[in-house]
């Protein structure tokens, strides 16, 4: 089966403009995640959807990430405007598990080879 | 509030000799599930093994298995007979069966793993 496809794989942008990121799931996959991952850190959580709905969005600076998967299969990541911080890893992830209490914990997540921002 | 601890920034072993990679989790939740992750340079996520916590024999996969230790709350990755190809970072990784999260996947700070010819 194809991967989680993300595009594009580098982006450098200087400060205060605007950043577009692409992510397609695996197929069949209900649930996506948007993670942040800054250099020699672990990932980090943005968003999470299933199907077209936002899970948790908790951990996402809504003050300029967006986020969206209209069609809950493809999904866009924003950043408007960049700062400095904001030079990471973006990886997008999916997953098969659509619901089911306790099912979560068995299903891996499946990433994308993930987007390098640079912010200058 | 459930934490992944890797305790080792940096581990080197030697080519075709058997390295225990760390980690540690906390979670108040009994249901869950750990997964390894390596990360070449390359920079993709690649997932390597998966053990349950209720599962009672350790996992394995090929030349990577699981040393799961539940009362201790530890989850050591070991790389039997390392390659060359086996250098990256290495995550540690535990996704809560119930909660709100939903399964959002937590990760620790990783470990890189250097493996010498």
């Known amino acids: 089966e194809a991967g989680v496809a993300q595009s594009p794989r580098y982006k450098i942008i200087e400060k205060r403009q605007s950043v577009a990121f692409w992510c397609n799931p695996i197929?069949?996959?209900?649930?996506l995640y948007w993670y942040q991952q800054i250099l020699g850190q672990g990932p980090k959580l943005l968003i999470q959807?299933?199907?077209?709905?936002?899970?948790?969005d908790s951990q996402l600076p809504k003050d300029r990430f967006s986020a969206e998967r209209l069609k809950g299969v493809d999904s866009t990541l924003k950043i408007q405007p960049a700062k400095l911080e904001d030079s990471a890893v973006y990886l997008c992830?999916?997953?098969?598990?659509?619901?089911?209490?306790?099912?979560?914990?068995?299903?891996?997540?499946?990433f994308g080879n993930g987007t390098r921002l640079t912010v200058t | 509030a459930q934490k992944i601890t890797q305790t080792q920034p940096g581990m080197f072993v030697q080519e075709k000799e058997a390295v225990t990679l760390d980690c540690t989790y906390d979670?108040?939740?009994?249901?869950?599930?750990l997964f390894w992750y390596k990360q070449p340079s390359s920079g993709e996520m690649i997932f390597l093994i998966y053990?349950?916590?209720?599962?009672?024999q350790n996992a394995t996969e090929g030349r990577y298995s699981l040393n799961f230790q539940k009362a201790r709350k530890s989850a050591n990755l070991v790389i039997s007979a390392s390659q060359l190809g086996d250098s990256a970072m290495y995550f540690c990784?535990?996704?809560?069966?119930?909660?709100?999260?939903?399964?959002?996947?937590?990760f620790g700070k990783g470990t890189k793993l250097s493996v010498k010819p």
């Open positions: 979670t108040s939740d009994p249901s869950y599930g």
């Open positions: 992830a999916s997953s098969l598990v659509p619901g089911g209490l306790g099912a979560y914990r068995h299903s891996p997540l499946h």
């Open positions: 197929s069949g996959h209900a649930t």
């Open positions: 990784a535990m996704r809560e069966g119930y909660g709100g999260s939903q399964g959002n996947l937590i």
């Open positions: 053990q349950g916590s209720y599962d009672q």
């Open positions: 959807f299933q199907n077209n709905g936002v899970v948790d």
